[in-house]
């Protein structure tokens, strides 16, 4: 009984409390002789059967040690298994722990629920400030909400999500991430959490954009380099072939004898000279424009957007070498050493891309070539590597550079034209332009007005004529005899933001009564931006303007606009008024203009009137027509027109 007690065997512990139960009992029997008729033959049975309880007592008990042995072998094993589990487990801990990744384990919800060291390091918060919060607050703030969704799909997916983010730190700062967020599944497949590793490759962005620079930009100048000029040639061919939109121009510029420069001076003073060259082309590029040294001391620009016709593309390219070429008289100091130097530059230009097939190489060759000529012809120059475009191009960039030096000195001339009624009385003059040029003499707009109205000269020709009109307008001579100015007014101009205030402010300062002047617009003014136009018109309306649509019948001549137009006269184009009287169809064109005038009660001036038979074909059509042309007036200087205006000298008696 004790060694099944011992054993714990409760078995063995039941047979052996039963069978000493019996023995007991029959020993007592015998000892009192409770039952005689057994006495003398069981002296045998308690021997055998002690014998037996001995045996089966020895059996139960080995029995049961040996299950006791492979039970305690089993709980010795569960115990280091369990052991070893723990340790690997403390080792895994460990692991994640002083892991340098930040790693960061929320439940579904996106709440925090472990961090460990290297995230509270790195984002710089306590644990406690961190856990339970949501993992979006603290750690990601790098997502936009569709990358943020993209991530959330992902995850409810069962897949895990890698990306880049640049997260805030407590203290604001960012941090690029690289984050590897999973989903933790349980053994039965359930889902019930997600880990989040992220390590910080802020410096490998940093070294990877150092790489770049290296790659990419001069060290002695900080300009871009050849690659990065290559790479954007690049990338305008490409945008080219998508929407083939303007015209670019590459632009390689040298300087001149620099060698000389630098064997006279060394190189320490060449590199100066180069830093300073660098950061004067840098002040006369445009926000788009690139400028990158190439090598030594060659540099290469590129202008953007110039206009999707070449000739104004190359026009403008020039112009702006002509800058750089103003700009380097100006001499270039060397660095802070106090001295000066001043040199020449040669620039080789084209145009680019021309065509699908040409390539960032093909247009830097070419403009190595036009540089190569311009150096040949002596330095100091720039050369088109198109040549007959050059050719174009440097003839109407010299009459644009002329024409602006031109306004200012006086080289314009104000031309009039007497416009006569019916009896041949003068009604008023139209206001023409001239340039009397120093070189090619008197010049009429047809060379210089359409190149004024693609830049902004237009506007500055525009405002002298305008205050060259009023001053006449304003003189006695004039005004008293209610003699009308007609003045031509370029689109450019009229939508100039101040022309309006600047138009009232050139009447009262000249004295000039707004109601003898006609404006003159072509329809061109109203097409893109009618209301602007025409609040714009009505404001100088009302001050007693007249407006006169130019040119009429050669343009749209939408009849619905005409309508809501604020004008008072229309101008018959010459192109009409010559052949009507002898082409069936100019004349019945002109014969439907005059039955519009008369509807919407316009006067109308006949242009180019130059024989009596036209002026009989227009008389018999509309008595009260005003006449402008050669067979009433040339165009003459103002003050030559104006000396002959005595009251009572008779009228339309101009020079033939
Ligand atoms: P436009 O406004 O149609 O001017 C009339 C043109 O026809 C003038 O040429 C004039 O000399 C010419 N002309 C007049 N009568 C006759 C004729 O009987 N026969 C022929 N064959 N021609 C005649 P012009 O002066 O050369 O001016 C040409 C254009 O230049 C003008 O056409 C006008 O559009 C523009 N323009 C002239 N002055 C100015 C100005 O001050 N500002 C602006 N924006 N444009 C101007
Ligand atoms: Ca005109
Ligand atoms: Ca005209």
């Not at 001995?54 to 042995?69: F, N, P």
Request: charged share 25%; glycine share 8%; with cysteine.
């Amino acid at each position: 009984m004790l060694c099944g007690w011992l054993l714990g065997s409760r078995s063995t512990m039941g047979l052996l409390a039963v069978t000493g139960g019996l023995f007991a009992f029959f020993l007592w029997a015998d000892l009192h002789g409770a039952l005689p008729a057994m006495r003398p033959h069981n002296r045998w049975a308690y021997a055998v059967y002690l014998s037996g309880i001995v045996g089966l007592t020895a059996a139960a008990t080995l029995l049961s040690r040996k299950s006791y042995l492979r039970r305690v072998h089993e709980a010795q094993t569960m115990a280091q298994d369990l052991k070893a589990r723990d340790a690997e487990l403390r080792k895994l801990l460990r692991v994640v722990e002083q892991s340098p990744e930040s790693t960061v384990i929320t439940d579904l919800d996106g709440r925090i629920e472990f961090v460990n060291d290297a995230f509270l390091a790195r984002t710089g918060y306590a644990r406690h400030e961190v856990l339970g919060r949501l993992s979006s607050e603290v750690s990601a703030n790098g997502l936009g909400p569709t990358q943020w969704q993209g991530m959330r799909e992902t995850l409810e997916r069962g897949e895990s999500w890698a990306g880049e983010q640049s997260n805030l730190r407590k203290d604001g700062a960012v941090i690029s991430e690289s984050v590897v967020v999973a989903p933790i599944r349980q053994p039965d497949g359930r889902i019930t959490h997600y880990v989040e590793l992220k390590q910080d490759v802020s410096d490998r962005k940093r070294a990877a954009q150092e790489i770049h620079r290296l790659a990419h930009y001069d060290s002695l100048t900080s300009l871009p380099n050849r690659s990065m000029l290559i790479e954007r040639l690049a990338s305008l061919q490409a945008r080219h072939q998508r929407s083939g939109d303007d015209v670019h121009v590459l632009l390689l510029l040298d300087l001149d004898r620099f060698t000389n420069f630098n064997d006279a001076r060394g190189s320490e003073m060449g590199d100066r000279l180069l830093c300073a060259v660098a950061l004067r082309l840098a002040e006369l590029l445009g926000p788009h424009d690139l400028l990158v040294r190439v090598a030594g001391d060659e540099f290469g620009i590129v202008l953007h957007d110039l206009g999707i016709d070449a000739t104004v593309a190359g026009r403008r390219a020039l112009a702006f070498a002509d800058q750089i070429q103003q700009a380097f008289v100006r001499p270039l100091a060397l660095g802070d050493s106090g001295e000066e130097a001043q040199l020449g530059l040669s620039m080789g230009l084209t145009l680019y891309p021309q065509g699908v097939d040409d390539t960032p190489l093909a247009a830097m060759g070419r403009a190595g070539t036009a540089l190569h000529r311009a150096k040949h012809a002596g330095g100091a120059r720039s050369a088109f590597f198109e040549q007959g475009m050059g050719a174009v191009a440097a003839q109407r960039f010299q009459v644009e550079r002329d024409l602006r030096h031109a306004i200012g000195a006086q080289e314009l001339r104000l031309y009039v034209q007497p416009q006569v009624n019916v009896r041949g009385q003068v009604t008023g003059v139209e206001a023409l332009v001239r340039w009397q040029h120093p070189r090619d003499g008197l010049l009429t707009p047809g060379a210089f007005i359409p190149l004024a109205e693609e830049s902004d000269l237009i506007v500055s020709l525009g405002e002298w004529v305008l205050a060259q009109a009023c001053a006449v307008v304003a003189q006695p001579d004039f005004s008293l005899r209610r003699l009308r100015m007609s003045v031509n007014l370029s689109a450019r101009q009229f939508r100039e933001d101040g022309f309006v205030p600047s138009l009232r402010t050139l009447l009262r300062t000249t004295g000039a009564d707004p109601r003898l002047l006609t404006l003159e617009v072509t329809e061109g003014l109203v097409i893109d931006d009618f209301d602007d136009v025409v609040s714009k018109m009505r404001e100088l309306v009302a001050l007693g303007v007249e407006f006169a649509l130019d040119d009429f019948g050669t343009g749209y001549s939408s009849l619905a606009y005409l309508k809501r137009l604020p004008i008072q006269e229309l101008k018959i184009d010459r192109s009409f008024v010559s052949e009507a009287p002898s082409n069936k169809d100019d004349g019945a064109l002109v014969e439907a203009l005059l039955t519009v005038a008369s509807q919407f009660g316009l006067r109308v001036v006949a242009e180019g009137v130059e024989t009596q038979e036209q002026v009989d074909f227009l008389a018999q059509r509309e008595p009260a027509m005003v006449y402008q042309g050669y067979l009433f007036g040339h165009p003459e200087p103002v003050d030559q027109w104006m000396a002959r205006q005595t009251p009572d000298m008779p009228q339309g008696q101009g020079p033939h």
